[in-house]
């Protein structure tokens, strides 16, 4: 697998997670994994090894030199470090403003591991994520496309969130010695840019998404980002499957980073938990009796925070609690600094990312409200499932493919008011306790573990092998 993110190694979102934890329930299907990603400043290289000095990345002219190192993990987790390009603070930029030099740094990565294919485990199969990979099934069709190392090997293209698509000036073709060839189209162009996120749709083997409700989305043009067309020409190669929980990190059960345990059959332990919330982010006591909504989020567009702001306002004074964790664009930071100044005491706010606290807030909420305009899959809600934290949610992509009536609610139409509409009836709800515990229950007992994607992601790759 080559992916920009590997929980626990280095996170920004769900793509981490599901890079994390897919390798150990395949190795279960019987297949061997490694994983490769960049080594980021702010990953440890203390209990790693260095397994390869000096792997040199020619691009053109150019020469980049990578070390590679391999984490101690269950399965290979290998690092690609090189200073000068990923030693840095952020993964894809500082403040909002993404590198100026983004295509270099994918463009090397995707070539140093295309060197730990070669070098340090043969591959049959390499499954690339979103956009930072997508110059892998490029350059194998082109660069490498006679080289007898990989002859045979096959593509997958993951795509986590379509919104993300790695566009670049078409000038930088040649920096990242990219055949001509690609610039077409059918292949990497995008309205006069060159487009990472196409490399993969164009040139990988297969495709697939992270929902079967997202992969059909992707090919309209409400939520095809421009793609949808590329997309429909690849539909007989394109297939939704569902991320997995790693229920080992969540659970109520087991969770090291709550201060109290709890389960279906015993949930006394989830008002201990909501009372450190309430204490954590300086909420009133009388919060304790009211519903609480957590939000944990990267603050962006995709997120519905405007829907939210929207109604704010009307959902306190229902008597409805929100607390809020997340950072992204400044502009929808700011959009949740705003309500929760307007609301003190109802609306409490954390900008940041904060492992803890997503913990506290999954174990300790009443309910988890994803008003999101566009959701691949959604890995919280999924977590909410099982901490017994009723999602409230927007039918769209893996939210409408994972929450059902009797364990979540439910709106269609992307604006305020049909937000509202959600929260009242779940605010209602929550007002007969005996019917609530039952829904809890109901969500905290629904499997979305690896058991089912991983089974469903080793079936693709064999059939890419020719039903081996
Ligand atoms: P996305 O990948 O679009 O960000 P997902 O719901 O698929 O959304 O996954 C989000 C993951 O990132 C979850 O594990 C969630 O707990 C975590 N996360 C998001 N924002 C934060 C934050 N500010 N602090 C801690 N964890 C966060």
Redesign the pocket.
Known sequence: MVSSEAAPLA?T???A?VVGSLPAALRACGDEVAVVIPRYGSVDLKSARRVYDSLPVFLGPTRYVTSIYQAPAEFPCFLVDCPPLYGRKGFYGESGVDYPDNHIRFAVFARAALGVARFLFRAQVLHCHDWQTGLVPAYLQTTFSSDPTFLGVQTLFTI??LGYQGLFPRTVLPEVALDPAVYKPDGMEFFGHLSYIKGGIAFATALNTVSPTYAREIQTPEYGFGMDGALRARAADLTGILNGADYGVWSPEADALLPAHYSAADLAGKRVVKQHLVAEFGLPEEAMDRPLIGI???FTRQKGTDILAEVAGQMVAEGIYLVA???GDPEYEEFFRGMAAEHPGQIAVRV????R??HLIEGGADMFLMPSRYEP????QI?SLRYGTVPVVRATGGLDDTIEEGTGFKFREYSGAALLGAVREAARAFGNQDLWREMMVRGMQKDFSWKASAAAYSALYRRLLGGL
Not at 377 to 380: E, K, V
């Open positions: 996170k979102g769900g793509l997670d986590h969130n944990v989020s990267r964790l997340g950072t940041g990312f904060d492992n606290l997503a899959c959604g890995l919280n977590y």
